[in-house]
């Protein structure tokens, strides 16, 4: 198995059971084009009441949300609060992702914590709501509009870090390189900031977007659009995508006989990413952190509604794991556990 190299861009948060958290911080809140700063978070020691939440998800297909969701149950297991929990099934289910959010709010809730699965579709909703209880934007970004707070880290410098991958192999005046990109759904909160971001790191490089393809975060769609890019370009040097894109990629190119000829890029990690890195199918992938993110949501969450909102905007600083030379073993902290499963009502 190969080492790997941790190329840090930001300070890791520090474990959950430790005193102090570190975050990043937005001020004024809700801008990801502010500069961040960085503070030790003293998280609270326990809810002033057993507090219960609404938590909507985008979708539970892969690892990423999966995480998410053991850092909220690991969470509100220790400030000692319940939470319910909706999923979309996906990207395209705006109107479904309405109606979920709407009915579990009507059954009693003391705040709602939203993965959204569109930038604006949900700010009507979200505005009724919030004329009652708290709103935590979790992960995803999303319209101020009905926001309390966000927890999250700029999407614009995940598909940054991708890019710079790509670019600071293949500077200006080198051997030009042909990329396949793989965005995500279009319009969903998130990708339009990976995309900029992602683009604005090839700026100056000998690196040329040959492709670009969006589609929802499941694996069997991601393995369509990684096909199709193929038969149309057969001469791309990278595939750079979602976690799902890259974990498609790498059994693509292997039943074709392409490994070593064809470069994989990762936006954000997974358990099938890290396992790409450990077996050099994937050189590089950042992390921003998703169980931490998740323990973050439910903290603020009981802040929000007790009062004590020590900062409306924050997250956890992002890192860039390369398959390389050194040991990478901090970066099983974004990852839930193998044995963890979803866990939709907690009592």
């Given at each position: 198995m190969?080492?790997?190299?941790l190329?840090?861009?930001?300070p890791?948060p520090?474990?959950?059971?430790a005193e102090?958290?570190q ?12 500069p961040?700063?960085i503070?030790d978070?003293?998280p609270?020691?326990?809810?002033a009441?057993a507090w219960?939440f609404?938590?909507?998800?985008p979708?539970l297909?892969?690892a990423?949300w ?14 000692g609060?319940?939470?319910h929990l ?5 990207y395209p289910?705006?109107?479904r992702q ?8 009507a ?14 579709g ?10 009652t209880i708290p709103?935590i934007?979790s ?6 509009r009905?926001?309390t ?7 614009f ?6 890019g ?7 500077p ?13 759904p279009?319009?969903?909160?998130w990708?339009?900031f990976?995309?900029a971001?992602?683009r ?11 492709d670009?393809?969006?589609?929802d975060?499941?694996l069997?769609?991601?393995?369509r659009?990684?096909?199709t890019?193929?038969?149309?370009h057969p001469d791309i040097?990278?595939?750079?995508g979602s ?9 693509i ?6 490994e070593g ?15 790409g890195l450990?077996?050099g199918?994937i050189i590089?992938?950042?992390t ?5 993110q998740?323990?973050?949501s ?5 802040r ?6 020590a900062f409306?905007?924050a997250g956890p ?6 398959a390389?030379?050194?040991s ?5 902290e974004?990852?839930?556990?193998a ?8 009592e």
């Open positions: 190969l080492r790997f190299l190329a840090l861009l930001l890791w520090l474990l959950a059971g102090n958290w975050i990043e911080y937005r001020d004024p809140p809700f801008d990801f084009s502010r961040a700063h503070a978070y003293t609270l020691e326990h809810a009441q219960r609404c938590v909507a998800y979708h297909k892969d990423y999966l995480s998410v969701n053991y850092g909220m149950v690991e969470e509100a297991r220790r400030l609060v319940t939470f909706v999923e979309a099934g996906g289910n705006l109107d309405k109606e979920q959010i709407e009915d579990c709010v059954q009693g809730a003391d705040g709602l914590i939203v993965g959204t699965v569109s930038f604006e949900l700010s009507d909703v979200l505005e009724r709501i919030a004329q709103v934007a992960v995803n970004d999303i319209a101020d009905g926001i707070a966000k927890i999250g880290v700029s999407w410098d995940m598909g940054a870090a991708a710079r991958v790509v670019a600071e192999a293949h200006a005046g080198s051997d030009p390189v042909r990329v396949a990109w793989f965005p995500g279009d319009g969903a909160g990708v339009r990976v995309d971001g992602f604005a790191a090839l700026r100056g490089s000998s690196a040329e977007i040959v670009t393809a969006y589609g975060t499941g069997e769609i991601q393995v659009l990684v096909e890019a193929l038969e149309a040097d990278y595939i750079v976690a799902p894109t890259a974990e498609a990629a790498v059994s190119l292997r039943a074709r006989g392409l000829r064809i470069r994989i890029v990762s936006d954000y990690m997974t358990h099938a990413v890290m396992r450990q077996r199918k590089a992938a950042p921003d952190f998703p169980v931490f998740g323990r973050l439910i903290e603020m969450a009981v929000a509604v007790e009062g004590q909102l409306a905007h600083g992002i890192a860039l794991v390369r390389g030379s050194a990478a073993a901090r970066a099983t974004s990852f839930a556990p044995s963890f499963v979803p866990v939709f009502d907690l």
